[in-house]
T-cell receptor, first 112, second 115 residues
Framework: KAGVTQTPRYLIKTRGQQVTLSCSPISGHRSVSWYQQTPGQGLQFLFE???????NKGNFPGRFSGRQFSNSRSEMNVSTLELGDSALYLC???????????FGQGTRLTVV | GENVEQHPSTLSVQEGDSAVIKCTYSDSASNYFPWYKQELGKRPQLIIDIRSNVGEKKDQRIAVTLNKTAKHFSLHITETQPEDSAVYFCAASPKASGSARQLTFGSGTQLTVLP
């Protein structure tokens, strides 16, 4: 079956703009988590959605938000972009009762 | 919250030798410990995981051990090959159900296998 798909793969944005990233999970997977990966901070948890509800949230400012649709696809939004938001954003999905997290290939965001 | 420390940050071994990466965690509620391999420019891929009710798990050349009392777990790779060269991340997660879990990752180990 198809893997986790993230779009777009690459983005370049200007400070102050906002951006929306998309994650389509493996068919049947209802849980989606988002992570930010940077050389300095490593992999950090942003938030997790299950059945359209946010269940967990990491220690990120309110500029970072997300949502999940009825088909389990998820989007994350970053408003008022800062240079420090430049990172690889990864989503990971899982099906009910299965704890293995499958990662997408990520979206590389560059803020200039 | 959970805190995961990983050592060493870089590791070079000769092809055929063994490699060991160690992690410690802080939250006694964590009960799931996966290891991910990330090659340059690619997504993290799960290579092995262990739950807190198991002390050791093996999969061919890869093994993971868990010491709940000491709150540490280790990845062992035997007979290393050049294709094992990558960044390895450990992670810990508290008990959850029906979800991808909130994984707290270690800082990563760059493993280089020298031919």
């Amino acid at each position: 079956k198809a893997g986790v798909t993230q779009t777009p793969r690459y983005l370049i944005k200007t400070r102050g703009q906002q951006v929306t990233l998309s994650c389509s999970p493996i068919s049947g997977h209802r849980s989606v988590s988002w992570y930010q990966q940077t050389p300095g901070q490593g992999l950090q948890f942003l938030f997790e959605y299950f059945s359209e509800t946010q269940r967990n949230k990491g220690n990120f400012p309110g500029r970072f938000s997300g949502r999940q649709f009825s088909n389990s696809r998820s989007e994350m939004n970053v408003s008022t972009l800062e240079l420090g938001d430049s990172a690889l954003y990864l989503c990971a999905t899982s099906d009910r009762g299965n704890t293995e997290a499958f990662f997408g290939q990520g979206t590389r965001l560059t803020v200039v | 919250g959970e805190n995961v420390e990983q050592h060493p940050s870089t590791l070079s071994v000769q092809e055929g030798d063994s490699a060991v990466i160690k992690c410690t965690y802080s939250d006694s509620a964590s009960n799931y410990f996966p290891w991910y391999k990330q090659e340059l420019g690619k997504r993290p891929q799960l290579i092995i995981d262990i739950r807190s009710n198991v002390g050791e798990k093996k999969d061919q050349r890869i093994a993971v051990t868990l010491n709940k009392t000491a709150k540490h777990f280790s990845l062992h790779i035997t007979e290393t090959q050049p294709e094992d060269s990558a960044v390895y991340f450990c992670a810990a997660s508290p008990k959850a159900s029906g979800s991808a879990r909130q994984l707290t990752f270690g800082s990563g180990t760059q493993l280089t296998v020298l031919p």
